[in-house]
């Protein structure tokens, strides 16, 4: 679908996804490309605008990540964050070398707000600063437009050409303004029109699917999570009766899951969704059996998905489409689009195996943030207890369990995290935290029960605040709940002799374990 686009280019920046967040708060649609990526195929999509992001080279050493300068001759608005700053200046004649002084951290910034990317923004304000590097010599043409103490040009500015540069990074939180300052690049520069809208993004991809399925037959990959949900719903608006959901429990479910997606799914529910459920939980066990890194076991569970799936479809007959709810954080964090390192294969993109059986896979979400999908499961007219349910991974709690996945260590998973979300929601902390669950670590230790010594397994609790799941916070919980679930877990939950919680954010850790 045609629609205004503005790209992110990304240079290594830990923040690339965060940068197209805050653009898609603007309701500007917003991609991530590689530096690698060709600059005709830039060309090609015509974007409103261009961001470079952050990224942890010197610009100015052999090898750094670069781009052409033909793309400062687009006539196109771009804007340069840190790293992306720096390279603007060295690519057109400025000069950047190593920092008399590092900025990290809260800084105060003093900016031009006669700039059209400081417009409301208070005279001195508040930036996340992040560098090593910084620009000593302005390129031809810029002029400062933001300072601090010990960096002189920590935004610069060609209006006339319109580019604009800053040293801070204005897509995190810390930057008190940040978001009011890429609005005003979204806007004021790009001119952009701001109708990247849920309802209409519902009605297009209805009629695109509509379109592309004609009148072939269509298999849902159905989790019953918040995406794979969401999905089917748009795809049953679209094709109705060619849809076929099938819904394999892998033995990997948080505990009662499977009769509680069967019981919202299946025939006796709300939708009539054509519903398969497949019992395939054994066959999963033995494929994982002895299997300990967290890639391969992804890898395992994504190709074992696909191999039911082409299975139910012999059954079923010609089936043509396979759909699956990938989101697009799914996308980047498998290194598909980006420049970012791999951080884990999801099952339904990296974890995919290289020949799959069906004429073509939809992924009708594969552009949405988390948050977005859960808009377009409301303008389906999805309940909000459906489109707000806890997030549980592809892989399942097969990558809650550290280490060899078996059936016992699944039932103690379970049971730990039943108590933890029972904890939580008694509480009214359901509420609070975005997403919580309980992981069995791999770790043993000495414990006494019953003055009996014992040397079973370490349950780590996890409870986070996020908005878009690409950063987040650890909750605090109130220690009383940590205590009621610790006591529960280790009286009830069998194996089972001590309780952690983990403190720690993403980044640097992942929201899950493996």
Request: net charge negative; charged share 25%; aromatic share 10%.
């Amino acid at each position: 679908m045609k629609r205004e686009t503005v790209i992110v280019l990304d240079f290594g920046g830990q923040y690339n996804q965060l940068i197209a967040r805050r653009v898609r708060e603007c309701n500007v649609y917003c991609e991530i490309y590689s530096y690698k990526t060709d600059f005709e195929k830039i060309k090609a999509i015509q974007p409103k605008g261009i961001i470079f992001t952050g990224g942890p080279n010197s610009c100015y050493l052999p090898g750094a990540p670069t781009y052409t300068k033909e793309i400062f001759e687009l006539g196109v608005p771009i804007l340069g964050i840190c790293y992306g700053s720096q390279l603007m200046m060295h690519l057109l004649g400025g000069k950047v070398e190593k920092a008399p002084v590092r900025e990290y951290g809260k800084i105060e910034v003093t900016v031009d707000q006669k700039s059209k990317l400081f417009e409301n923004v208070s005279e001195k304000t508040i930036c996340w600063m992040s560098h090593n590097d910084y620009i000593s010599e302005l390129a031809p043409g810029f002029t400062v437009s933001a300072h601090t103490a010990d960096c002189p040009y920590a935004a610069m500015e060609n209006a006339e050409k319109r580019l604009y540069a800053t040293q801070f990074h204005p897509e995190v939180l810390h930057t008190q303004e940040g978001q009011k300052m890429l609005s005003n690049f979204v806007f004021n520069v790009c001119g952009c029109a701001g109708d990247w809208k849920m309802d209409s993004f519902v009605e297009q991809s209805i009629k695109a699917i509509r379109e592309k399925v004609g009148d072939g037959k269509v298999l849902c990959a159905l989790s019953g999570g918040v995406d794979s949900s969401v999905a089917a719903v748009m795809l049953a608006k679209a094709v109705g009766e060619q849809l076929t959901c099938v819904f394999v429990d892998h033995g990997l479910l948080r505990k009662n899951e499977g009769d509680e997606v069967e019981a919202v799914f299946g025939p006796d529910g709300p939708y009539n969704l054509n519903f398969i459920r497949v019992n395939a939980q054994e066959r999963f066990y033995s494929k994982l059996k002895g299997v300990e890194e967290p890639e391969r076991k992804r890898k395992i569970i994504g190709e074992e998905f696909i191999r039911v799936f082409e299975e139910e479809a012999k059954k079923i007959g010609r089936v043509d489409f396979l759909v699956q709810g990938t989101i697009y954080p799914d996308v980047v964090e498998s290194g598909v689009g980006g420049e970012s390192t791999v951080i884990k294969s999801h099952h339904n993109v990296g974890g995919l195996p290289d020949y799959v059986d069906f004429k073509e896979i939809i992924e009708p979400l594969r552009d949405l943030f988390k948050d977005e999908v859960r808009k377009a499961g409301l303008e389906l007219g999805i309940p909000e207890y459906l489109v707000f349910r806890q997030p549980f991974p592809g892989p399942g709690l097969g990558i809650r369990i550290i280490g060899e996945v078996t059936a016992e260590k699944v039932k103690m998973v379970q049971d730990a995290d039943a108590i933890w979300r029972e904890e939580i929601a008694r509480a009214g902390w359901d509420k609070k935290v975005n997403q919580y669950f309980a992981a069995l670590t791999n770790m043993k230790s000495v414990g006494v029960m019953g003055d009996e010594r014992t040397y079973d397994y370490a349950v780590a609790l996890r409870a986070v605040t996020t908005t878009d799941f690409m950063t987040a916070e650890s909750a605090e919980i109130p220690w009383e709940i940590i205590g009621r679930a610790t006591s529960r877990i280790v009286n009830e939950v069998k194996h089972v002799n001590r309780v952690v919680y983990d403190c720690t954010g993403k980044p640097p850790a992942t929201i899950e374990f493996e």
